[in-house]
């Protein structure tokens, strides 16, 4: 008979046999690139990095410092190198070059129009993979895409939406009135905007007085605080609930009915939900815009009998249409008032085109037309989108068919990610790139002054990506940011309280926020 402590010991022994000879094979393997499967192309040199202790290090990190590690990576082994991130997942593909990044984004994008099938951190948005970003790239991925690009994000539809864009800026700006000569943390004041925006767009509806209290602008900060919270954390809860119960309880609602906090977070995505429904039968029924969800349930899909899609279909479309727009957008308006209020002079001077443009209006807001006619803000906006770009690795892609880029090779399957900040931050395409210098993008005055957003002539920057799962919304994201970010420059001064520093420091949670929240003096710069 064996002991038990003797099975133990047989146990440990057997583990640490087992963890040695994966070390081994590792380490054999990591510096020694496999053979390449083409003559003449070479398959990316491998980080040496103990999977088991990759796995346990990445999940104890935060993504920031995981981009400090991955530049380290970079500095060893070159632009692109071959990672993986646990011992069961397949390895990654890094790539921080701008011209390899347009060759396999641009020149073989087809090649990498897939997702790998588990994409993080949308994974858990969707188990059938019934939304755009998860999409495999094939039939069901297009028919989506066309439609929100075609019914919802084309400039004309998109124009249809110049009344809700006025009403949540009226909104925002009359509750920053209440607040002016205080300081005020602009977050949440500014993610309500912007979410109200996007629901408006997606629903048809507003957000009226009863569900968004902002707008009443009669509640006192702290009522206001608490009511705006609970909204936002409906909306962004919801993302980490859905991840929570696929993980610890097998997907099961019925058994998520205890009070703990995993709990709470799923009766909040549950009232998400019903939340869906109301606006969908009323949007249709009350006449607003086309909106989103209108579009959605005329959907057909050929390739599956004409059948439409389901309501747990649309559901996760809709949610996608608010988790993608929602908090990229901003982040990146705190990262451009942060900017703002950094460098008086670039405010002064944006200031200053307003006022040459507005004139005699200066009771008026900044409509959407003016925005053609200032070169100034354009660069802001751009300059902040380099310098500050909300996700430093997009999503991933997948590889479907062999791909050499310069001398090496993406065999099919591969999982590629491309680092955005890298990209955007590259000293051979940016003088001194981590200044923020909104000049670069001003016609006539910089090499830069021709970025184009897509890429296809060259990739100088990757904020929204690039090639065929490029950001569908980026004109939609850059409308809302341009007009907020004129109307807050013309209507308050924006400052930081005397003696406190603007601090740029980042935090990354769905996107790379401030780690410290903006607070913002704002003064009004007319009298009401
Ligand atoms: C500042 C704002 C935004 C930024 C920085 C941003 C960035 C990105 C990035 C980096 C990707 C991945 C691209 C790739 O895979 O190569 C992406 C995909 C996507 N974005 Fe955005 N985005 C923004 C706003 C929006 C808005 C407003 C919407 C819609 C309302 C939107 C909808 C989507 C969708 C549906 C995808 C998936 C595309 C696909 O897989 O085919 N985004 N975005």
Same mark, same amino acid.
């Given at each position: ?81 071959? +990672?993986?991130?646990? &011992?069961?997942?397949? &390895? ?58 075609? /019914?919802?994000?084309? &400039? ?87 991840? !929570?119960?696929?993980?610890? !309880? ?22 998400? /939900?019903? #939340? ?20 959605? +349930? ?64 200066? /009771?008026?807001? #900044? ?66 790139? !981590?200044?923020?210098? &909104? ?21 100088? !920057? ?55 929240? +903006?607070?913002?003096? #704002? ?6």
């Amino acid at each position: 008979m064996v002991s038990a402590s003797t099975f133990s010991l047989l146990l440990v022994s057997l583990l640490l046999v087992s963890l040695s000879l994966l070390f081994l094979k590792h380490f054999l393997l990591s510096n020694h690139p496999k053979k390449p499967s083409r003559s003449n192309f070479l398959l990316p040199p491998t980080a040496s990095f103990l999977p088991i202790f990759t796995h346990i290090f990445f999940h104890r990190r935060s993504v920031l410092e995981i981009a400090g590690i991955l530049r380290h990576f970079h500095s060893l082994h070159g632009p692109i190198f071959i +990672l993986r991130l646990s &011992p069961f997942s397949h &390895p990654s593909f890094f790539i921080s070059d701008a011209s390899l990044c347009h060759s396999a984004l641009i020149q073989h994008s087809a090649a990498l129009a897939d997702r790998p099938p588990s994409v993080e951190p949308v994974r858990f948005l969707s188990a059938d993979n019934c939304n755009i970003s998860t999409a495999p790239y094939g039939s069901l991925w297009r028919l989506l895409r066309r439609n929100l690009s075609a /019914e919802t994000l084309h &400039p004309s539809r998109i124009l249809l939406f110049a009344p809700a864009r006025r009403w949540a800026l009226c909104g925002l700006l009359e509750y920053l009135h209440c607040q002016s000569g205080h300081t005020v943390a602009v977050r949440e004041i500014f993610q309500q905007a912007i979410f109200s925006l996007l629901l408006f767009m997606c629903f048809g509806k507003k957000l009226g007085e009863k569900e968004i209290p902002l707008f009443r602008g009669l509640m006192s900060t702290k009522e206001i605080d608490e009511q705006m919270i609970s909204v936002q954390n409906k909306y962004s809860l919801y993302f980490v609930g859905i991840k !929570m119960c696929a993980t610890f !309880m097998g997907n099961s609602t019925s058994r998520c009915s205890a009070a703990s906090p995993k709990i709470r977070i799923l009766s909040i995505s549950n009232e998400m /939900e019903g #939340i869906h429904f109301t606006f969908c039968s009323e949007g249709k029924q009350m006449g607003f815009e086309y909106c989103y969800v209108d579009s959605l +349930l005329d959907i057909k899909h050929p390739e599956n009998g004409g059948r439409g899609l389901t309501d747990d279909e649309i559901v996760n479309l809709c949610h996608e249409f608010l988790i993608a727009g929602v908090d990229t957008t901003t982040t990146e308006l705190e990262w451009i008032m942060a900017e703002l209020m950094k460098n008086p002079g670039i405010q002064s001077k944006l200031l200053l085109e307003i006022e040459s443009l507005i004139g005699s209006r200066e /009771e008026e807001n #900044i409509m959407e037309d003016d925005l053609q006619r200032m070169p100034y803000l354009k660069a802001v906006i751009m300059e902040s989108l380099r310098r500050h770009p909300p996700a430093y690795f997009g999503l991933p892609h997948s590889v479907t068919e062999d791909v050499i880029i310069e001398k090496f090779l993406l065999p099919k399957g591969a999982k590629v990610r491309f680092s955005v900040a890298d990209v955007n931050w590259d000293k051979k395409n940016w003088e001194e790139p !981590m200044l923020f210098r &909104p000049e670069r993008f001003m016609v006539g005055t910089d090499r830069n002054d021709e970025v184009d957003l897509t890429g296809i002539k060259e990739i100088k !920057m990757l904020t929204f990506g690039a090639g065929r799962r490029m950001c569908p919304g980026y004109v939609l994201a850059i409308l809302h940011l341009e007009l907020f970010v004129a109307n807050l420059v013309k209507e308050f001064l924006w400052k930081p309280e005397r003696g406190e520093e603007v601090d740029l420091s980042e935090k990354l949670e769905l996107t790379t926020i401030m780690k410290n929240p +903006l607070q913002a003096k #704002i003064i009004p710069r007319r009298k009401k």
